[in-house]
C-alpha cells in the first residue's frame, strides 16, 4: 500500500500530498516522515506477524502511522476512537 506514496514522491516530490487545515506535507515530506516512523516501528515490533494497532481519529498522524507500518511490512489494524466496549 505504501509503495504508491513513494511512487508519487518521486513523481511529484514537491506536490501537496496531505493537508489538514493550515498545515500541507509534500509528497516528499510525507515519505520523509513515513520513512522515519517506518524505522522507529521495525526496531519496536518483532515477531513473523506484525499487526500494528492504530487508534485514533482522522488525523495526519494516522495516515503517517499507517503508511509507515505498512513500509515495513506489517499489517494495520484499525481501531475507531469512539469505539466503547460491547
Not at 500541507?24 to 520513512?35: D, G, I, K, P, S
Not at 519496536?44 to 481519529?57: F, H, M, P, Q, Y
Not at 494495520?76 to 469512539?82: K, N
Amino acid at each position: 500500500m505504501s509503495q504508491w506514496l513513494f511512487e508519487q514522491a518521486k513523481r511529484h516530490p514537491d506536490k501537496p500530498a496531505l493537508v489538514f487545515g493550515q498545515r500541507r506535507w509534500t509528497y516528499a515530506r510525507l515519505v520523509e516522515r513515513v520513512r522515519s516512523v517506518g524505522a522507529a516501528l521495525d526496531d519496536a515490533v518483532s515477531g513473523g506477524d506484525r499487526r500494528i494497532a492504530l487508534c485514533g481519529a482522522n488525523h495526519p498522524q494516522w495516515v503517517i502511522a499507517a503508511h509507515a507500518a505498512w513500509s515495513i511490512g506489517a499489517t494495520v489494524v484499525g481501531l475507531h476512537h469512539r469505539a466503547t466496549k460491547p
